[in-house]
């Protein structure tokens, strides 16, 4: 039995980065050796095991032969006759297809190192095509590490183009492009995520409401950029610095939906994409699941991140209402993040990436506000519910108006 060290730990400590999780690959070894050891069995589609004590996982060294569509037709041989390499020729990237032996001594069959020090993603082997989830792993992967100058590698790119065009991107399941996406706005550049994707054609086939921005046009007065996809990105990117929450890096990812449905006549102008793009961003959700805290700040982003750049412009009233339909007297933390979103898209302009943005204070401001009406003390001594619900509105629109110079 031999133990190695195996996968990203290796990567990351090469790179000098913090090692996060050990994963283990243990050759020569069946799984009632590694019960009598003491390990827990784990795994439902291969042998894996956690240490008793330690509780990492233990993986026996496996090969995987494609016998269906998407990243679940796989038949797996698990047994004490396969090598580590051919443990290691399975997986994704050379730069995560290294291992390291139980003195520290690395192994590296297929040029991880190598590819490391260049700033390379590439694929080990053509079993790569054989699994439509390593599409986005390598976009998620170029999204972390684009920061350090890495690129996916010419020929890797060509074949997830083919995979692309032979559909397998169309049979990943819902939950695990999911699971990709919300990854990959956590990490440092997420827009590289969606470049890559664009690139490999991907983009089309999962996101086509993002895909279908790019070569739409904005008034150049107000969008130096022009283009709305690249804008999108520029959001993305700025929500990014803003924050580290991956709710408000979605929210900024949604927020112009609507303008890829604007009919081409009336372009550079968008008239009403708010709406439209609310109603596209509650159905990319409905399609990969996406959770409730998601879509509704995405929606809400959507909707009215103009109410935002435009505060002081807005009556009073209409703040109100705008704050109704956010749900956010019972929901106020959804202000915050709200702001931030809108702050990314004020930003996310050729030139406009350090200018201030006042508006998100006067917002707060005005949200707290009408926050702090004390409802109950409105309320006291009325019987009629709907004479109250107008009595709490018409309060919370004046101390609004204390707080915002805004129209009557």
Known sequence: ??????????????????????????????????????????????????????????????????????????????????????????????????????????VDPYGGATDLRNGL?????????????????????????????????DETLALMRS???????????????????????????????????????????????????????????????????????????????LSADPRVRFAALVHDLGKGETPPAEWPKHVGHEERGAELVKALCARFRVPNEYRDLGVVAARFHAHCHRVTELRAATLVDTFEAMDAFRKPERVGLFVLASEADFRGRTGYEDRPYPQGPVFRAAFEAAQGVDSAAVANGIKDGAEIGRRIREARIAAVKAVVSSPD
């Open 1 to 106: 039995m031999q133990i190695y060290l195996v996968g990203g730990a290796v990567r990351d400590k090469l790179l000098g980065l913090p090692v996060q999780d050990r994963d283990y690959v243990v050759v020569g070894a069946t799984p009632e050796e590694m019960i009598a050891r003491g390990f827990k069995p784990v795994g439902a589609d291969f042998p894996v095991f956690l240490h008793p004590e330690t509780k990492e996982e233990y993986a026996l060294a496996r090969t995987e032969r494609k016998s269906g569509h998407g990243y679940k037709g796989f038949k797996v041989y698990a047994a004490p006759d396969v090598t580590l390499e051919e443990d290691l020729r399975r997986r994704d990237l050379t730069i995560n297809a290294m291992a390291e032996d139980e003195q520290g001594r690395l």
């Open 121 to 153: 993603l590439r694929h080990v082997s053509e079993a790569f095509g054989e699994d439509p989830v390593r599409v986005l792993r390598v976009a998620r992967f170029a999204a972390r590490f684009a920061p350090r100058g890495f690129r996916v590698a």
């Open 163 to 241: 995979m692309v065009a032979a559909g397998e991107v169309d049979h990943l399941v819902a939950e695990r492009v999911w699971t990709e996406l919300e990854r990959a706005l956590g990490e440092e550049r997420p827009s590289a995520f969606f470049d890559v994707l664009r690139v490999c054609g991907a983009l089309a086939r999962l996101f086509p409401e993002l895909d279908r921005l790019y070569g739409v046009p904005q008034p150049a007065q107000h969008h130096p950029e022009i283009d709305t996809g690249v804008h999108v990105m520029m959001v993305l990117e700025a929500a990014a610095r």
